[in-house]
């Protein structure tokens, strides 16, 4: 196995505005850290680069979640 320290936990929220079809998977990120919301900052900033502009008014829905676990590095080989 692997060491506790050796192994990268990122999280991501599949999100979007309430009466859309458009959901953004969004990384947990440290960029924003001490924000209220960081993935709703992070959503809207993104939203904004795709598609030219922000739902003003609307929530935010959380469609689903993603955690994944790696450990960087080589791939070992199989014995």
Known sequence: G?????IVIEKYLNMRYEGTDNAIMIKES???AGVKLPYAKTFVE???REFGFELE???ILIDDFRVRALVPGATP???
């Open 46 to 48: 993104q939203y904004h």
């Open 2 to 6: 692997y060491s506790e320290e050796s």
């Open 57 to 59: 008014g609307r929530d």
């Open 77 to 79: 080989t199989p014995p």
């Open 30 to 32: 440290k960029h924003h």
